[in-house]
């Protein structure tokens, strides 16, 4: 079955460490983003990748890096740079022509808690 | 400032009456809109989208939406709702010549009540 897997589910950090959010897609969609979800305030933007080897930054990109090596693969670094990273992150992809091109489809997300 | 709103937070109705969840967005040019609805700790799924054409679309699960050019909305409707539609609903814009950038409002959550 096609979809985005997000791994893991749930992942606890010291404060001052790295960690690294896996995200994958075998929908052969050109775009992927990050998002970040907190209570009240929707969905954020992260960072956004519309090819690969080519990514831009979303509207709270701060303490957040990525990469994008492979078309499948969109992985999200939170760095200790980010001051308050607790939260709920969901990747999505997209891709088609024209309008289709926006819309996105979700994986399941990771919840990330900082102890 | 350009914005979506969803003027509720949380909605409750009863199993089997009709459910309106509002969306306004402050775009000037008529953008791209989407209803996604979110169930407890999962990811997001698709409800229904406007491109263009007719403004009433419909969508998965029973639900439609009205695209409404001159009161900048696209309100959310079920005639009838079943529990299993308890979940939290997020409005969606991508405005015109904004490629590919979702903005999403804060989300309504639904209870619904037997």
């Known amino acids: 079955d096609g979809g985005i897997t997000q791994s893991p589910k749930y992942l606890f950090r010291k404060e001052g460490q790295n960690v690294t959010l896996s995200c994958e897609q075998n929908?052969?969609?050109?775009?992927m983003y990050w998002y970040r979800q907190d209570p009240g305030q929707g969905l954020r933007l992260i960072y956004y990748s519309q090819i690969v080897n080519d990514f831009q930054k979303g509207d709270i990109a701060e303490g957040y890096s990525v990469s994008r090596e492979k078309k499948e693969s969109f992985p999200l670094t939170v760095t200790s740079a980010q001051k308050n990273p607790t939260a709920f992150y969901l990747c999505?992809?997209?891709?088609?022509?024209?309008?289709?091109?926006?819309?996105?489809?979700f994986g399941p997300g990771t919840r990330l808690t900082v102890l | 400032a350009q914005s979506v709103t969803q003027p509720d937070i949380h909605i409750t109705v009863s199993e089997g009456a009709s459910l309106e969840l509002r969306c306004n967005y402050s775009?000037?040019?008529?953008?791209?809109l989407f209803w996604y609805v979110q169930s407890p700790g999962q990811g997001l799924q698709l409800l229904l989208k406007y491109f263009s054409g007719d403004t009433l679309v419909q969508g998965i699960k029973g639900f439609e939406a009205e695209f409404k050019r001159s009161q900048s909305s696209f309100n959310l409707r079920k005639p009838s709702v079943h529990w299993s539609d308890a979940a939290e609903y997020f409005c969606?814009?991508?405005?015109?010549?904004?490629?590919?950038?979702?903005?999403f409002g804060a989300g309504t959550r639904l209870a619904v009540h037997p």
């Open positions: 969606a814009v991508v405005p015109s010549g904004g490629y590919n950038k979702l903005i």
């Open positions: 999505a992809s997209s891709t088609g022509t024209g309008p289709s091109y926006n819309e996105q489809f």
């Open positions: 929908l052969n969609h050109d775009a």
């Open positions: 775009y000037g040019a008529t953008p791209y």
